[in-house]
Nanobody, 125 residues
């Protein structure tokens, strides 16, 4: 079973930046789409950003547009989430996930078969 591993989380002040990475345990792992979700304590897991692997086409949740950028390195099989202008409300455990089929409901966590363990992002006021 392919594993996804996130890294890059940490503690940052409001207005600061972090870059999250998500690597697949197998370089040859093929996915249709790779995504980032986040989950804050007491809240449901929510969609953050997605990227179609072959085309690089991104999708974003409204609350991160203009602040976060999703990208990928196809050779390394790594997806990134560049987060700028961080706010305290961005504090959450950030997960990456992957699927291997097309879906119009890419924003639903249930669509994804492969998940990482998460990396904590904490933004102080």
């Amino acid at each position: 079973q392919v594993q996804l591993a996130e890294s890059g989380g940490g503690l940052v002040q409001a207005g600061g930046s972090l870059r999250l990475s998500c690597a697949a345990s197998e370089r040859t792992f093929s996915s249709y789409r790779r995504v980032w979700f986040r989950q804050a304590p007491g809240k449901e897991r929510e969609f953050v950003a997605a990227i179609t692997w072959n085309t690089g086409s991104p999708r974003y949740a409204d609350f991160v547009k203009g602040r976060f950028t999703i990208s990928r390195d196809m050779a390394l099989n790594v997806v990134y989430l560049q987060m700028n202008g961080l706010k305290p409300e961005d504090t959450a455990l950030y997960y990456c996930a992957a699927d291997q089929h097309f879906s119009t409901t890419y924003y639903r966590a249930g669509e994804y078969e492969y998940w990482g363990q998460g990396t904590q992002v904490t933004v102080s006021a």
